[in-house]
């Protein structure tokens, strides 16, 4: 199983920036995905997740608005765009498949920062 993370980098306040996810080495179209996020000394933080078929999608507050997660299944792949970013978004991105067993991403770096 592979989960690669894409797209990070470094974003202006109030910019958009979206991540990609590339699955390999499970059915891909059966799995709920979500996106989580860390900084340094911080608990990992949930930020999305969509169905397997995507037809609903789940934020938390935090995000609401601002961050749509997505999926192609032909792709086999899971987007996050995120709009209006906040230097508090800074952070590593990481997809995860959350259904045992469970399995992480390497994680992408976004920095929002002037």
């Known amino acids: 199983v592979q989960l690669v993370e894409s797209g990070g980098g470094l974003v202006q306040p109030g910019g958009s920036l979206t991540l990609s996810c590339a699955a390999s080495?499970?059915?891909?179209?059966?799995?709920?995905m979500s996106w989580y996020r860390q900084t340094p000394g911080k608990e990992r933080e949930w930020v999305a997740s969509?169905?397997?078929?995507?037809?609903?999608?789940y934020n938390p507050d935090s995000v609401k608005g601002r961050f749509t997660i997505s999926r192609d299944n032909a792709k086999n792949t899971v987007y996050l765009q995120m709009s209006s970013l906040k230097p508090v978004d800074t952070a590593v991105y990481y997809c995860?498949?959350?259904?045992?067993?469970?399995?992480w991403g390497q994680g992408t770096q976004v920095t929002v920062s002037s």
């Open positions: 995860n498949k959350p259904r045992s067993p469970s399995y």
């Open positions: 969509i169905t397997s078929t995507g037809g609903s999608t």
């Open positions: 080495g499970f059915t891909f179209s059966n799995e709920l």
